[in-house]
Structure formats: C-alpha cells, structure tokens
C-alpha cells in the first residue's frame, strides 16, 4: 500500500470516528461498509439479536463475499439458516419456501446432505421433531447461541479479523487536526489579528490587512461560531494553540491548591474520599518540583496505602471457618459458614453473633438413603461447603458437603426463615451462586457428582449442565450485554462456559495449574474475569481473562500476576475490590493492582493466620474479613470501614499530600511496597477441602 492509499485509509478511518461523535450512526456504519476499513463486531452482534437479517447481510457484503472462504460460507450460511427456522416457527410456510429456493440452495454445492435436511422440515408440523433440532428453544436463545458461534467464526475469518480493532487516535482527531491546521494558517498571515473569525473551511484562513498599523500575533482563543470553534474542543477543553515552532503547545492544568487529606475527612460511601483525594493528588503533582510520578501512579499510591490492612476486630467462631460473605448491602453484616456445619450472621459494630443454626434435615422422609446412612453414623461430620446471599440480600444460602443445600430468607439483622431444603447432588456439594433470569431469582449449584444444576426458588430443578469430567468445583454466573453464561472449573482444571438452553458448554480450556480454580467477575459489567487456583504441587496462579461473549480459551488470558512465594497442599483464596486484589498465601494477605503483575503491598495483620486465610470483601472495599488459625476471623479496615464498625477514623490513614508526593516520588507503580513479612509455619501437606468463598 502506499503512503497516499495509506493516508486515504486513515482519513477515511477518521471520518467514521467523527460520525460516530456526532451520533450519525446510520452514516458511520455505512462508511465502514462501503470502505470496508473496519469491521465493527458490536453492530454485527446487536443485528443478529435484532434479527435484522437484510441489513446483517448487506453489512457483511462490504467485508466478504459469500463463498470467498469456508469462514465467510459458514457465516453466511448459519445466518440464512436461522431465517430459515424463525420462518418455520412462525408457521410462515411460504415464506420458508422462498427462503429455500432463493437463499439456501446455493448452499446446496457444499453440503447436500444438509439442503436435503432443511428441506424435509417443510414437511414437518414442528421442526424441533427433527433429532438435530430438538434442542432448539425459542428465537431469542437461538439468537444468542449464534452470536457466540459466529463471533468466533468472524475472529478467525483471515478477511475479517484485521479489521475488528479501531485504530489508535485521539478522541476528536478529525477535529484536533482542523484546528492545528487553521492555527497554522493563522501563524502565516502578514498581519494577524486577535480574536479572528472563521466562518467557513471551504476556502484557507486569511487576515485582511489591518487599517492601523500592524497588530500583535495572537494565537486562536476563543470559540468562534459555527460547528467547528477555533480552537476546537478536546476531551480536557480546547486545543492548545499552533506554535512557531512546528509543535503543538501542551496543555497546562491551571495551578491550585489542594486541600490536605485530614480537610476533606472520611466519606460513609467507600472509596469516595479516596477519589477526591485522587483528584486533589493530580493537581498536587504540577505543583511539586522534581515529581515525575503520573496521577495515576500517585493515585494507586494513596488508594494502596488505604486498602483495609488494619485490625478492627477479631471474632471466636468456635469452628473453623470455611466460607464467608458481606452482605450486598449492610455492608457490617458477615455470614459466616463453619466445619461443624453450623452458620452464623456477625453484625459487626455491635459485635454480636445475631443469628445462628447448626446442620440439621429438615425433612428426614425427602432425604436419600445414603445421606441418611452417612448420618447415622456417629463420625459423621457434615460441614458447610459455601454461604452466599443473593443480589437483594433478602435470601441466603448454605451448601453442605453431603448432598444437600438450605434457602433462607432474610428480612431483619436477625431475622432468618427456613425457605427451602434440596437434596442438589449426589455427595458433596461444592458450591452456590444466586443468578436472576427474566426477573425469576434461580439457585445455581454444582458437585462431586460432575453436574451443574439451576433451580428456581420453588426447588424446581430447571436446568442440568453435563460435560466435566471431574467433580465441578466452582460456579460463577455473569451477565455481557444481553447475554448470561455460567461459567464452571472442575478439580482436574478445566474451565468451561455455558449459556441457558444449550445442551453443551461453548467454550472450555485449561486453568494454570490444573486443580481446583475460583472464577470472579469486575463488577461493572466488563468481560474481565479472575481466576484464582492452586497446583497439586503447591503452586498458586492468579490470572486475569477477557471472556468476551463467553469465550474462555488461552487466547483469552491477558496476566498471569507474579508474587506467590509458598508452595502448600491446601487451595489459595481470594477475593477483588474496585481495582484491586486480595490473596492469602504464606500467612499473609497480599494485594495486587489489577493492571500490574508484582505484588502492591501485604500484610501478616500481627500473625495469627493460617497459611492459605480465605479472606471477603464487602462491597465497598472498605472492610476484609479474613480467617484465623484458631476457628475464628478479623475483621480488617480502611478509615471508612473504621466508622462503619463504631471506630474512629484513624490518624495513621490521613497523611498530608505533601508527604505522600514527596515520599514517593521517583518510585514505580509496580514497586513492591511489602510491610510486617513475617510468617508463620506452613502447615503439613494434605488433602485439600474444596469449600472456597
């Protein structure tokens, strides 16, 4: 290609991202179709759950012709196809027919014995009657399995997967480069004036001579009318005037000066203060001579040093405590699942076990035989595997490792109500995750017996997930644009992905490691997921994923965090906070910024940890509970989760901005800022349980 083929491309590119600035939608997708510059994988998505299927196609038209590769042919063909079926299951028979003749028979010259087929479904009263269609549900679930299907297919199409990512430029480039250009023009007049007006850019600026005495040479300040000011607007405000120079002048943040930390006090609302403070921490760097950190670097630096790592409380369990969660919205609220079986809900200001229930079968008649045998035997030890609340925090739930889980509902600090007993699977089971589809709240579960099953909260069982091939060890729903997969591990390692109303899982791979793994979304909705598992020689493996649409393969791996110094039998937990990681490994609590790979900052919290503590957040990031050696819990806090719980606001945690820029300046985010490394022994090496938060 050469330079000017190149230039005409990029100019082309620009224009599609000035129309879609301008909201002219219907103009950029055009553009992009007609150029066939760049592929947008979005719109295709959106057109296929719309079921546009003439505009998807003369999109795709711009990109690829229908049999120009078996990728192109696979698309083209899965598209008419599910046409095809939408027609049939409207009892548009004649409209099928021509979909038929016209469309799919092309097809034919690839593939016979599949026209013959689709063919023979004219004849049939409903098509799910046919063997390979039985599982088809309805058109909206059809829809989304094929936007999984055909979206891979689009990333390996060699026509289509350079052109899926937009290329970098600036926001408003197309605008930025028409005012550097008229600021250059400017700069060439004989006689400049201040303030000059531009009213059109068909023709090139000029300055009408001035009728007294030549004016000084201002450059382009002030908005002039028209759709396009001088100097044009940017993402920060207006564009920095042309210099003589050739270069573009850089922007400046107007000077001010900020408050101290201990000015702005704490905020009951989580990392609020912490993000004023971030803003008052960027002004402070143009202020302070010498400072070559970013914002961002002194940002992390003061929302690391504000991580909850302080001791608030500690609590006495009287068992050892196997799984824990804040609830989503009494943020010192904690339920509490332990070995002997028994929970507890801690609300944590007042210090107080609120409510509490050891194991017990509320229906003896419901129960299988083998549970009520492993009953009736006086070593028998049934232990909670997982407690969870659902999104509402008006139910939780309690899984057992034996068979059976608890529904409960929650309407006070202590008032609970048994809801429901199922006998979920066949041994133990392993974990419990609330998930809400069409507004219905389901109960999602999965166990030794390799099966994941979703109920509602009736104990209709709705679904079963089959495909693993060693017991499931974890589950983990998520919701991407209009989709929702659950996506499982299983104890040899395997991740897979799965969506409601399809038989098998869509995507799978191997998790680093190969043992028992926990799955964690960011909660704002993005495609980052975390994987947290250890090996059976030890080693622990945090990675970061992007699961776009539900694909998880080893292409999908984005960073492997480094740090772990332990190796040990028993299984690492962990848990995420806004941007932030948390891990017990080597009786301590290390963290992690999500974005660098080494360690950020630890903790041993004054020792008293085992050597793998499970450790849970609340919502905000302002507390952390984490287990202890002797079947309890602490409870660990910022100075907003210090409120939360009845305590003053530390004076430890409210260091001036001038000592934070000074004291780190010239450090890196990524430095490894480790405190209190002490630890304690390592305990023997074992069978590891495989109850996890």
């Known amino acids: 290609?050469?330079?000017?083929?190149?230039?005409?491309?990029?100019?082309?590119?620009?224009?599609?991202?000035?129309?879609?600035?301008?909201?002219?939608?219907?103009?950029?997708?055009?553009?992009?179709?007609?150029?066939?510059?760049?592929?947008?994988?979005?719109?295709?998505?959106?057109?296929?759950?719309?079921?546009?299927?003439?505009?998807?196609?003369?999109?795709?038209?711009?990109?690829?012709?229908?049999?120009?590769?078996?990728?192109?042919?696979?698309?083209?063909?899965?598209?008419?196809k599910q046409k095809y079926l939408e027609a049939l299951d409207r009892n548009l028979k004649a409209e099928a027919a021509d979909i038929l003749v016209k469309e799919l028979r092309k097809f034919s010259l690839y593939n016979p014995e599949v026209y013959k087929d689709l063919t023979e479904l004219l004849t049939l009263h409903n098509f799910r009657e046919n063997a390979h269609l039985n599982q088809y549900a309805d058109i909206r679930s059809a829809r989304e399995r094929m936007v999984v299907v055909l979206?891979?297919?689009v990333k390996t199409n060699p026509l289509l997967k350079d052109k899926l990512i937009f290329p970098t430029a600036g926001k408003s480039r197309l605008r930025k480069l028409i005012n550097q250009s008229l600021n250059w023009?400017?700069?060439?007049?004989?006689?400049?004036v201040p303030n000059p007006v531009?009213?059109?850019?068909?023709?090139?600026?000029?300055?009408?001579?001035?009728?007294?005495g030549p004016l000084p040479r201002p450059f382009f300040g002030q908005p002039l009318p028209g759709p396009f000011p001088a100097p044009f607007p940017s993402v920060e405000g207006a564009i920095a005037p042309y210099q003589a120079n050739g270069e573009v002048a850089s922007l400046k943040r107007p000077r001010t000066t900020p408050a101290t930390v201990s000015e702005v006090g704490p905020s009951i609302t989580g990392f609020t203060a912490i993000d004023r403070m971030a803003e008052e921490l960027e002004h402070s760097r143009y202020n302070v001579e010498g400072t070559s950190q970013t914002s961002t670097q002194l940002r992390t630096s003061w929302l690391a040093k504000n991580l909850p790592k302080n001791v608030a409380y500690s609590f006495h369990q009287g068992s050892k405590v196997t799984s824990m969660e804040f609830h989503p919205n009494q943020h010192t609220l904690l339920l509490v699942g332990a070995r002997n079986g028994e929970f507890s809900i801690w609300e944590l200001k007042s210090q107080q076990r609120v409510a509490s229930e050891p194991f017990k079968i509320w229906d003896t008649a419901a129960t299988s035989l083998e549970l009520q045998g492993t009953l009736s035997n006086e070593d028998a030890c049934i232990s909670v595997s997982r407690v969870t609340w659902s999104p509402d925090g008006n139910y939780f739930g309690v899984a057992y490792t034996r068979n059976l889980i608890h529904l409960y509902a929650h309407s006070g600090i202590n008032e609970i109500c048994q809801c429901l007993e199922i006998n979920a699977h066949d041994g133990r089971v392993n974990d419990l995750a609330f998930d809400h589809r069409d507004k219905e709240l389901y109960l999602i579960t999965c166990g030794d017996d390799k099966v994941i099953k979703v109920w509602d909260i009736a104990g209709q069982n709705l679904y079963n997930f089959v495909g693993h091939e060693a017991p499931v060890y974890s589950v983990c729903p998520h919701h991407n644009k209009n989709f929702q997969f659950i996506f499982s591990t299983s104890i040899d390692g395997k991740i897979r992905t799965w969506m409601y109303d399809n038989e098998g899982p869509i995507s799978g791979c191997d998790a680093p490691g190969n043992w028992c793994t926990t799955l964690i979304f960011k909660s704002d909705g993005s495609s980052r997921m975390f994987s947290c598992g250890t090996s059976k020689e030890g080693d622990t493996f945090l990675v970061q994923w992007s699961a776009n649409n539900g694909i998880v393969d080893d292409e999908a791996k984005r960073k492997i965090y480094s740090g772990f110094t332990e190796k040990s039998a028993r299984i690492a937990h962990f848990d995420i906070t806004n941007q932030f990681l948390a891990v017990g490994e080597d009786s301590q609590i290390k963290y992690w910024h999500m974005d660098h790979d080494d360690v950020l900052t630890s903790?041993?919290?004054?020792?008293?940890?085992?050597?793998?503590?499970?450790?849970?957040?609340?919502?905000?990031?302002?507390l952390l509970a984490v287990t202890t050696a002797n079947e309890g819990f602490m409870i660990l806090a910022n100075g907003t989760g210090r409120i939360r719980v009845g305590l003053p606001y530390s004076d430890k945690l409210r260091v001036p901005i001038e000592s934070i820029v000074n004291k780190e300046a010239g450090s890196s985010l990524g430095a490894n800022v480790n405190e209190d490394n002490g630890k304690s022994e390592r305990s023997s090496p074992a069978r590891p349980s495989t109850s996890h938060n």
């Open 603 to 622: 903790t041993n919290v004054e020792g008293g940890l085992p050597s793998r503590p499970r450790l849970r957040f609340n919502k905000e990031g302002s």
């Open 198 to 212: 531009v009213r059109t850019l068909y023709e090139d600026h000029y300055c009408p001579p001035p009728l007294i």
């Open 151 to 153: 979206t891979k297919v």
């Open 1 to 80: 290609m050469s330079d000017l083929t190149h230039l005409n491309k990029e100019l082309v590119l620009l224009i599609i991202q000035f129309l879609g600035d301008e909201k002219y939608k219907g103009a950029m997708h055009m553009l992009e179709q007609e150029s066939g510059f760049f592929f947008d994988l979005t719109y295709f998505e959106e057109k296929i759950l719309n079921g546009e299927w003439d505009e998807l196609e003369r999109y795709i038209s711009g990109f690829t012709k229908y049999n120009d590769n078996r990728h192109s042919i696979k698309i083209m063909f899965e598209i008419t």
């Open 185 to 192: 023009q400017h700069d060439q007049c004989k006689n400049p």
